[in-house]
């Protein structure tokens, strides 16, 4: 068997000819009465369709707060790395053990304080108009709007997918990211 789906056709007619060979082109399929497609295929191609397509719009306002959330997470952690100097100023005499102690501790809470609002703030983004909510958390942090354009730029937005599996049709992908800087300040 031999399938030409081109237009127009790459395989020459008189291979058709040869024994043993069978030569599905364009215009066999379409008068096959067995390859027209019943309706109720027709609509649940739709229906697989429309779900992914709003699939890849969820997923696609929810990368367009990426940015934000990073521009905060690296805002996070300039204040933390300016806090620690000025402790390593204030207290001399700590001792690099217990100073490294501090600094894990310190991240950590910083971390666990932002974890539930950057994912909820890329919950509400996937809805139409969610680009507000990164509007608001800019404002209320004084995020920079030139560092958010720098992290957009820079490349970080992440890769979203389809979220279409032909075997389970469910999909998704971890979006986080909670990159270090050193401080500014």
């Known amino acids: 068997m031999i399938c030409d789906l081109g237009m127009p056709r790459d395989v020459d007619p008189a291979v058709a000819r040869l024994p043993c060979v069978w030569v599905v082109d364009v215009d066999s399929v379409q008068h096959e009465p067995s390859a027209h497609a019943a309706a109720a295929d027709v609509e649940a191609a739709r229906h697989i369709v429309a779900a ?31 806090e620690l100097l000025r402790l390593d100023n204030r207290l001399p005499g700590l001792q690099s ?8 501790t310190v991240r950590r809470v910083v971390d666990k304080l932002l974890h539930a609002p950057t994912v909820r703030i890329k919950q509400l ?44 049709r469910r999909g998704g992908g971890d979006m986080q990211s909670s990159p270090k800087r050193s401080p500014s300040n």
């Open 97 to 104: 053990v217990q100073r490294e102690e501090v600094a894990r």
């Open 125 to 168: 983004a996937s809805a139409p108009g969610g680009d507000s909510y990164a509007e608001a958390l800019r404002e209320l942090f004084e995020l920079d709007q030139t560092a958010v354009d720098a992290v957009a730029t820079a490349g970080e937005l992440p890769v979203v997918p389809s979220g279409f599996d032909a075997e389970s």
């Open 52 to 82: 992914e397509v709003a699939s890849y719009l969820v997923g696609q306002r929810m990368a367009e707060v990426t940015p934000t959330v990073t521009a905060l997470r690296q805002r996070a952690a300039e204040v933390v790395e300016a």
